[in-house]
């Protein structure tokens, strides 16, 4: 090969290879970027007709095309791999239509520029509509707390009983996160909601003097600053992957929770009917379905995210970085979302077996540790000293099978010779409130504590946070429909030789 056939458009068609790989893996994705594509094409035409750069005639036909395609499904288009890329497709497309006319489309973009900017407005679609499912999933976390914030529950760690707490103050540890999750999504939508419009390859084009026009015209909140930056940046993207991952993620560990407390050997909750499955071999079983697919989903947006992490680390300016992302960030957030919306279904139907949960409570030990506080606090020793006291006293109460609420101050005194040489002087004393978890959960009156009031009122911030990010939400979506019903309605004048044109 001559060094001038390294030069100038491929002479030859694509080959079959890589009509079947690469090209059908971009086709593939071509109905997720379908509505954004026409929606780029219209303000670009329209700007540049403002700017004199397309004649009018050109123009209404461009546009009066264009228009019919955005009212075209995008599995009745003829997106085709052996035409190259959807955008080729379309070129194709809309040549075979209106001939040369097709051709003012480029002036002053690249193909990229299209893909990219339609990536951003599916994108903010879907971010926007996670947001509020995520915010109510928050919300029926919180709403759920509110209402056990006396139904009394042993606390784990490690599958370990740990200390008397409520259902409800446990719901509230995902609520938390949850929230924090959405309020990652929505940092990410500001993101997204930028335009790389008029950025041209690297440098801009200089038919484009002004970039905000078509930013305006698609409703974004304004362009993205550096040209070569806004056509090829990719750490939004991770952003994004993230915070879907996270909020799945939190969810998985929820599911994880109820899977077991499902379990004949906790009996804790039972996942309603609609959201379980029966095996066809053994008639007593009932599998928690549902929260198999939300385990499962996490580990999926995991290996999207470590995916697509692994894609981008290349030179900068590379189309691998993004041609993947066109399905794969899409799909990821409809994961995200199914996912977020079975998990909410889970909450609200889920029954919650409290009288199991307060009999594995009372039958247990999780008054150790307060117990161990007022052993140090009324008999003057040291914590350690007064938790080595309780430790044996635990063992031999457990040992005798007796629970934690029948240990009693005499207990207490053999303890405490057996492990410091001398009686602390406890027997005969009245431990009821020391030893009740009911009295414990109670005095749990400090910020983020488990005493119902406190709960109930976390529940209730819990609650408002959310509605806010739903009202949010709900403003962003309005406002996107609203620049696409504006921007339909400007081409559509144009196109019939109505209105005002737009100007730059």
Same mark, same amino acid.
């Given at each position: 090969?001559?060094?001038?056939?390294?030069?100038?458009?491929?002479?030859?068609?694509?080959?079959?290879?890589?009509?079947?790989?690469?090209?059908?893996?971009?086709?593939?994705?071509?109905?997720?970027?379908?509505?954004?594509?026409?929606?780029?094409?219209?303000?670009?035409?329209?700007?540049?007709?403002?700017?004199?750069?397309?004649?009018?005639?050109?123009?209404?036909?461009?546009?009066?095309?264009?228009?019919?395609t955005h009212g075209t499904a995008p599995e009745d288009f003829p997106y085709d791999p052996a035409y190259g890329e959807p955008y080729n497709s379309r070129e194709r497309f809309f040549t075979e239509q209106i001939g040369d006319d097709a051709g003012w489309l480029h002036a002053g973009r690249p193909r990229r520029e299209a893909v990219r900017i339609a990536l951003r407005l599916?994108?903010?679609?879907?971010?926007?509509?996670?947001?509020?499912?995520?915010?109510?999933?928050?919300?029926?976390?919180?709403?759920?707390?509110?209402?056990?914030?006396?139904?009394?529950?042993?606390?784990?760690?490690?599958?370990?009983?740990?200390?008397?707490?409520?259902?409800?103050?446990?719901?509230?540890?995902?609520?938390?996160?949850?929230?924090?999750?959405?309020?990652?999504?929505?940092?990410?939508?500001?993101?997204?909601?930028?335009?790389?419009?008029?950025?041209?390859?690297?440098?801009?084009?200089?038919?484009?003097?002004?970039?905000?026009?078509?930013?305006?015209?698609?409703?974004?909140?304004?362009?993205?600053?550096?040209?070569?930056?806004?056509?090829?940046?990719?750490?939004?993207?991770?952003?994004?992957?993230?915070?879907?991952?996270?909020?799945?993620?939190?969810?998985?560990?929820?599911?994880?929770?109820?899977?077991?407390?499902?379990?004949?050997?906790?009996?804790?909750?039972?996942?309603?009917?609609?959201?379980?499955?029966?095996?066809?071999?053994?008639?007593?079983?009932?599998?928690?379905?549902?929260?198999?697919?939300?385990?499962?989903?996490?580990?999926?947006?995991?290996?999207?995210?470590?995916?697509?992490?692994?894609?981008?680390?290349?030179?900068?300016?590379?189309?691998?970085?993004? +041609?993947?992302?066109?399905?794969?960030?899409?799909? @990821? =957030?409809?994961? #995200?979302? &199914?996912?977020?919306? %079975? $998990?909410?279904?889970?909450?609200?139907?889920?029954?919650?077996?409290?009288?199991?949960?307060?009999?594995?409570?009372?039958?247990?030990?999780?008054?150790?540790?307060?117990?161990?506080?007022?052993?140090?606090?009324?008999?003057?020793?040291?914590?350690?000293?007064?938790?080595?006291?309780?430790?044996?006293?635990?063992?031999?109460?457990?040992?005798?099978?007796?629970?934690?609420?029948? +240990?009693?101050?005499?207990?207490?005194?053999?303890? @405490? =010779?057996?492990? #410091?040489? &001398?009686?602390?002087? %406890? $027997?005969?004393?009245?431990?009821?409130?020391?030893?009740?978890?009911?009295?414990?959960v109670e005095t749990r009156t400090a910020t983020g504590g488990a005493a119902p009031p406190v709960v109930e009122q976390m529940a209730q911030d819990c609650r408002d946070q959310a509605q806010q990010l739903r009202a949010l939400a709900q403003g962003r979506r309005e406002g996107f429909h609203a620049a696409e019903r504006d921007l339909l309605s400007t081409a559509r004048a144009?196109?019939?030789?109505?209105?005002?044109?737009?100007? #730059?």
């Amino acid at each position: 090969m001559t060094a001038g056939h390294r030069l100038g458009p491929p002479l030859d068609g694509p080959a079959p290879e890589l009509v079947e790989s690469g090209f059908h893996l971009e086709n593939a994705d071509a109905p997720l970027l379908h509505a954004g594509l026409n929606l780029a094409d219209l303000a670009h035409v329209l700007d540049l007709r403002g700017r004199g750069v397309i004649p009018v005639e050109p123009a209404r036909r461009l546009l009066a095309l264009l228009l019919e395609t955005h009212g075209t499904a995008p599995e009745d288009f003829p997106y085709d791999p052996a035409y190259g890329e959807p955008y080729n497709s379309r070129e194709r497309f809309f040549t075979e239509q209106i001939g040369d006319d097709a051709g003012w489309l480029h002036a002053g973009r690249p193909r990229r520029e299209a893909v990219r900017i339609a990536l951003r407005l599916h994108l903010r679609g879907q971010i926007t509509e996670l947001v509020d499912r995520a915010a109510q999933l928050a919300d029926t976390l919180a709403l759920s707390a509110a209402e056990h914030s006396r139904s009394w529950l042993p606390d784990q760690t490690y599958l370990q009983h740990a200390q008397p707490s409520t259902y409800g103050h446990y719901l509230l540890s995902f609520a938390y996160p949850v929230l924090r999750d959405t309020r990652r999504l929505v940092d990410a939508l500001a993101w997204t909601n930028t335009s790389p419009g008029g950025a041209g390859c690297v440098n801009g084009s200089r038919l484009l003097d002004d970039r905000r026009p078509v930013a305006s015209m698609l409703g974004f909140d304004g362009v993205i600053e550096h040209t070569r930056d806004a056509m090829w940046q990719t750490d939004g993207l991770v952003d994004v992957l993230a915070a879907a991952a996270s909020l799945v993620g939190t969810q998985s560990k929820l599911a994880e929770d109820l899977e077991i407390w499902a379990s004949s050997e906790f009996d804790y909750v039972t996942v309603a009917d609609g959201f379980s499955r029966s095996s066809v071999l053994m008639p007593q079983k009932r599998n928690p379905y549902a929260l198999s697919i939300i385990r499962g989903a996490s580990g999926t947006l995991i290996g999207r995210l470590s995916g697509f992490l692994a894609v981008i680390k290349s030179p900068s300016a590379r189309s691998d970085n993004l +041609i993947y992302a066109y399905g794969e960030v899409p799909r @990821a =957030l409809d994961l #995200a979302l &199914r996912t977020t919306r %079975l $998990t909410d279904g889970v909450i609200r139907t889920l029954q919650v077996n409290t009288a199991r949960m307060w009999s594995a409570l009372e039958n247990g030990f999780c008054q150790a540790t307060d117990l161990a506080e007022y052993v140090m606090q009324t008999c003057d020793l040291d914590y350690r000293t007064a938790y080595q006291v309780v430790g044996v006293a635990v063992r031999k109460a457990n040992a005798a099978g007796l629970r934690g609420i029948d +240990i009693d101050g005499a207990m207490l005194d053999e303890a @405490a =010779l057996e492990q #410091a040489g &001398r009686s602390v002087g %406890l $027997t005969g004393t009245d431990l009821t409130d020391v030893l009740d978890p009911r009295h414990i959960v109670e005095t749990r009156t400090a910020t983020g504590g488990a005493a119902p009031p406190v709960v109930e009122q976390m529940a209730q911030d819990c609650r408002d946070q959310a509605q806010q990010l739903r009202a949010l939400a709900q403003g962003r979506r309005e406002g996107f429909h609203a620049a696409e019903r504006d921007l339909l309605s400007t081409a559509r004048a144009l196109a019939a030789g109505q209105g005002q044109e737009i100007t #730059a």
